[in-house]
């Protein structure tokens, strides 16, 4: 085996540079996300730089404003690049039907080895020769039917690899350790297609060669296809880097990798349904890595300080939505008064927004009673649609059935103690909800806090349920919680 030598190494040595490969073909899955933050994480902890390559070169799948969505959706979660497809950087483009010429010099290199040749057959052939194994109970190998002789190559027929060598490979992940398979996984692969373009197996080793990779993350489905990569790397002489398995993401009950049957989105659905991208990172780095300890809450700097290879899991993690609706609620106590009440006027429907009461600043004095209850953007909207809201935006019509307590025998019961408030409220100081509850509460005492509270909450809002009547007040105003209980006052008289 001749020594191996680095062809191109980038001219800035990096200790640690990564990449996120993904194909523009239209869904950016979780386990696809998941990888391209693992990958940032690291480099970022290890001072290293992070790559977004596009592997367009199999143009049937592409589909049209993927590059694009590839590149929104890794921002709104907080993932940066050092360089891709709108940054190339030192490599050239990081679109690799941009390096095409890149991938024939690298071909060329083999061929002049003697370890590569053009396709003899025609399709029609190779698939006898698959039906030939099939009966016969074997496996197909194309190196079986290796011509004898190999013709120039002229770029009209597929260009295949000769394996180098026919032999057990061993080599070592730095998550699952030494991994190892035999002889029936070498094959002489195709390594560029008859339309010129380069297959994966041939063009993601080029491209990591040239850019300086020297982690390669992904996920456990490319366990099986590792020695193919390992013979081309012999075969062109470049040292292996370091293998770094995901996890898979499981479905809900773990049994089995999570797909779209089982609610899998994609990722700027979530960003639709309301999620933050600070949760959602959070939530997708605890997939499969444990950094120990009881924390579950990071920050962006916080995962970035501690995220390490050596926490990765082998086994893999469930997709658990109730945890992410959990967290996403952690996150959204942070927020500010002034950017909750932003996101809930994005989740409010026209039936709300339209009521000639609607403002944003009783939006605001009633966020924080949303903000206490709420996971996700989408229980804002279903609880408007219940008409939870609606008291807040327009004054709600009140029947002597509503108001009746539960101990009263009539509904005039309530009359002298809605009186009483409306009296004691006359002067009583509106700017806070506990300045409205210390102007009632000795009298809600005297009579009976239920006796006071309720005939004045459903005064205030028409609903059996709802906050308490000194927040429903304040959230109002005033002179419109005045009139209120005026006309609760006035049906009951």
């Known amino acids: 085996m001749e020594e191996k030598t680095n062809i191109n190494l980038t001219s800035h040595q990096i200790s640690v540079v990564t990449r996120f490969a993904p194909s523009p073909t239209g869904f950016m899955h979780i386990g696809g996300v998941r990888t391209a933050l693992f990958a940032y994480l690291y480099a970022k902890k290890m001072g290293g730089e992070f790559i977004l390559r596009i592997e367009d070169t199999d143009k049937a799948r592409e589909v049209e404003g993927s590059i694009e969505h590839i590149m929104k959706s890794l921002r709104w979660l907080g993932i940066e690049w050092d360089y891709g497809p709108d940054n190339p950087g030192p490599h050239g483009s990081c679109k690799q ?82 991994l190892e398979a035999g002889e029936e996984m070498l094959d002489d692969i195709i390594i560029i297609k008859a339309d010129g373009f380069p297959t994966y197996n041939f063009a993601h080793i080029v491209d990591d060669q040239e850019m300086g990779v020297t982690h390669v993350m992904r996920g456990e489905e490319f366990i099986s296809s590792t020695p193919k990569f390992l013979s081309l790397y012999d075969a062109l002489g470049i040292p292996y880097p370091k293998f770094v398995t995901m996890p898979p993401i499981m479905a809900a009950d773990g049994k089995k990798k999570l797909g779209k049957r089982d609610g899998a989105k994609d990722i700027l659905e979530y960003k639709t349904d309301g999620y933050l991208p600070a949760a959602m990172m959070n939530f997708l780095a605890l997939i499969g890595w444990n950094p120990g300890g009881e ?199």
């Open 97 to 178: 039907s941009d390096r095409l010429d890149i991938y024939k010099k690298y071909a060329q290199k083999l061929i002049d080895k003697g370890l590569a040749y053009p396709d003899p057959y025609t399709p029609e052939e190779v698939q006898a020769f698959r039906e030939q194994a099939q009966a016969e109970k074997r496996p197909f190998l194309f190196r079986d039917h290796r011509p004898k002789t190999f013709e120039q190559w002229d770029g009209s027929k597929p260009l295949r690899l000769k394996v180098p060598e026919i032999k057990r490979y061993h080599w070592h992940d730095e998550v699952r350790g030494a």
């Open 295 to 493: 924390q579950e809450v990071f920050s962006k700097n916080e995962l970035l300080e501690k995220f390490s290879l050596e926490k990765i899991q082998r086994s893999g993690g469930a997709f658990n939505e109730e945890k992410l609706n959990w967290m996403n609620k952690e996150y959204l106590q942070k927020l500010s008064a002034e950017a909750f009440t932003t996101y809930a006027a994005e989740a409010l429907p026209e039936a709300i927004t339209s009521l000639s009461g609607y403002s944003t600043e009783i939006l605001t004095k009633l966020s924080p009673t949303i903000q206490e209850r709420v996971h996700v953007k989408s229980e804002i909207t279903e609880a408007a649609e219940r008409g939870e809201y609606a008291w807040a935006f327009a004054t709600p019509e009140v029947t002597t059935e509503m108001i009746t307590w539960k101990k009263d025998a009539r509904a005039e019961d309530a009359l002298p103690r809605l009186q009483k408030a409306h009296q004691l409220l006359m002067d009583a100081d509106f700017s806070t909800p506990d300045t409205i509850k210390a102007a009632l509460w000795d009298y809600a005492q005297e009579v009976g806090k239920g006796e006071l509270l309720w005939p004045l909450r459903v005064s205030l809002t028409g609903l059996e349920r709802s906050p308490d009547p000194f927040t429903c007040a304040y959230i109002v105003g005033k002179d419109e919680a005045m009139q209120r209980i005026k006309n609760a006052i006035n049906k009951l008289q």
